[in-house]
């Protein structure tokens, strides 16, 4: 029986065009097109359901095998310009554009990928798939002219190349979420034009260099959890376009706020779990476009300036966890606030909080070890949108309040060490949402009918340590503690 040939044919002369042109430092439209199916032929691609993204799959499924013969026909969708996720110069033709993100890829980049022969390429982002096993290949560095590399959360391992450091037109990089090790940031000593960084859980392990400080077009800076060591450089904190900086999870990363500027354009800045100390200062009034700032778990002191009230776009304000004191200043200007933490620091006591009931955009409140004396106010009965409620540890007495019921959002209910007195109310069943309960070590009267809590689907914490429980707990339910 006569084989047909003709498809042995094609691919040979795929081969020779890709091996005639590899020496070349720029590739023809049709060219790039073979680089681009050769490519999708070197990493697999085969789980079709178990991690497939949005679809992703159908991106690869338009790419069909290119022939010399019918190159230019578009109607047989062999123009890899028609093709997902590819995107073409106007004019001459030239790939400038792949995007492959959440595409469920399966494979390996290696440093003879025909990938690297897209040298006009200037967006590169293969994000949120699956190269476990492969290093960044130091052939990178043909890619001259991208803009953008989005590489996050795709596996890769191993160190950065060095060749990172040649892509000097880069106003994008993202490296985030996978197992790489950064020797120095002075590796991007030559990225000038850098708007977006982005290394998050990156291994850097060294200081951050005040260079960045000179990268004014800087717009958002991540380094998250990336063991970052030494004094981080005030003065980043005065770039004229920054909006975004997280430094959080860098326990070793020491530093203080500046004086703020008028009309600086930070939008959120966190700095959770750091070493940063000092005082928030007065000028923190000057980030008038401030949207969250999270200054947990980290050794700030002083006092919470007033100043703090003024900043009335935020919506999340965390300094939980701290070395803050004096009085706790009135933040009921603070309107839009979803997530407000204060717990855990060392404020005055006996302080008045009656303008938390004011805050009716809450969605989360941290009051924990807050030295409260005041029973638990009605006025919070307004605060409807509450999932999270934690005071634990202060002295608040009395009853919880019926009006407390109306609070049918919540999720996490955590009073344990107060001074709570008499029956716990039977209506505790109408929180249909309940997580998780922490009513422990106060002074509760009475026996407390488990059959209030048996009902709710979602409880997998109960906590009643020294309440007396009647009828006794049930055996077989492993979801609740008593």
Known sequence: MALNSEPMISFVLLLLVLITSSSSSSLSHDQECLALFEFKQTILHQDYTATSFNGGFQKLDSWRRPTISNMSDNKTGSDCCLWDGVRCSKYEGHVIELDLSESSIHGFLTSNSTLFNLVHLLKLNLSMNDFTGSQIPSEIARLKQLRSLDLSESGFSGEVPNEISHLIHLSKLDLSFNSLKLQTLSLLQNLTRLEELYLREVNINSSVPRFLANFTSLRSISFLECQLQGEFPAAILHLPKLKHLSLAQNPDLTGSLPEFHNNTLIEDLSLHDTGFYGIIPQTISNLNHLLLLDLSVSFFSGSIPRSLSNLTQLT????????????VPSLVSLSKLTILELGDNNFETSW??????????????????????QEILPSFANLTKLSVVSMSRNFIPGR??????????????????????????????NFKKLNFVDLSGNKFNGSVDLDTFIGLENL???????????????????????
């Open 316 to 327: 999340l304000l965390s300094l939980r966890q701290s070395n803050f004191t004096g009085p």
């Open 352 to 373: 008045e909080y009656d303008w938390i009931g004011k805050l009716t955009n809450l969605e989360e409140l941290d009051l924990d070890g807050m030295n409260i004396y």
């Open 400 to 429: 919880i309040p019926s009006s407390f019921m109306n609070l049918t959002q919540l999720i996490i209910l955590n009073l344990p060490h107060n001074r709570l007195n008499g029956p716990i109310p039977s209506s505790f069943s």
């Open 460 to 482: 997998e914490g109960l906590s009643l340590e020294g309440i007396p429980c009647l009828p006794p707990f049930p055996k077989g339910n492993d979801k609740i503690k008593a």
